[in-house]
């Protein structure tokens, strides 16, 4: 299983295991988006302007 969820429509990174309701990514086509695993392609992806998804990028937020 990939560790990054890439929405190449919205140019967003998410990460899998904390996707939820509030990312959206249901909405997307699968041929929009793929995964990744390397975290290397995930820097090179934000060089080129993607942005962490803010609802899962960095885990679930603690109360």
């Known amino acids: 299983m990939?560790?990054?969820l890439i929405d190449h429509k919205?140019?967003?990174i998410h990460r899998s295991a904390y996707v939820g309701d509030k990312c959206g990514l249901p909405?997307?086509?699968l041929n929009?988006?793929?995964g990744e695993k390397k975290a290397?392609?995930?820097?090179q992806l934000t060089d080129k302007g993607y942005l962490p998804?803010?609802?899962?990028?960095?885990?679930?937020?603690?109360?």
């Not at 290397?40 to 820097?43: A, D, P, S």
């Not at 998804?53 to 109360?63: A, D, K, L, S, Y």
């Open 2 to 4: 990939a560790k990054y």
């Open 10 to 12: 919205h140019r967003k």
């Open 27 to 29: 909405q997307i086509p």
């Open 32 to 34: 929009k988006r793929s």
């Open 40 to 43: 290397e392609k995930i820097e």
């Open 53 to 63: 998804c803010p609802h899962c990028f960095e885990g679930p937020t603690i109360n």
